[in-house]
Nanobody, 124 residues
Framework: QVQLVESGGGLVQAGGSLRLSCASS????????MGWFRQAPGKDRDFVSA????????SYADSVKGRFTISRDNAKNTVYLQMNSLKPEDTAVYYC?????????????????WGQGTQVTVSA
């Protein structure tokens, strides 16, 4: 069983930055794709970004390209999401997730384990 714990959320003004972290338990972290999703009130859980096992491959939603950067440290079993130039529409609960698949899935049902989420609020 994999446990994921997100941190780093908070309240920030538009144009500001936040870095989210997601720490994973277990010994299989380096063998799994990691992803970030977000869910605003009343909306579906949307794909934000994913990173391959080695970190050499990444994928982003069009809405965050050029502003967000995903990275991982396999020695620390942690994945990060650096968010710059934040906009009010980025406000959501952000979740990290584990996919045992070897590619970079964008569908939530392709992920096997989820964290509890961290709130990001961007004020105008």
């Amino acid at each position: 069983q994999v446990q994921l714990v997100e941190s780093g959320g908070g309240l920030v003004q538009a144009g500001g930055s936040l870095r989210l972290s997601c720490a994973s338990s277990g010994s299989t972290f380096s063998r799994n794709t990691m992803g970030w999703f977000r869910q605003a009130p009343g909306k579906d859980r949307d794909f934000v970004s994913a990173i391959s096992r080695s970190g050499g491959g990444t994928s982003y939603a069009d809405s965050v390209k050029g502003r967000f950067t995903i990275s991982r440290d396999n020695a620390k079993n942690t994945v990060y999401l650096q968010m710059n130039s934040l906009k009010p529409e980025d406000t959501a609960v952000y979740y990290c997730a584990v996919a045992e698949a070897g590619y970079l899935p964008k569908k939530a049902n392709s992920y096997d384990y989820w964290g509890q989420g961290t709130q990001v609020t961007v004020s105008a």
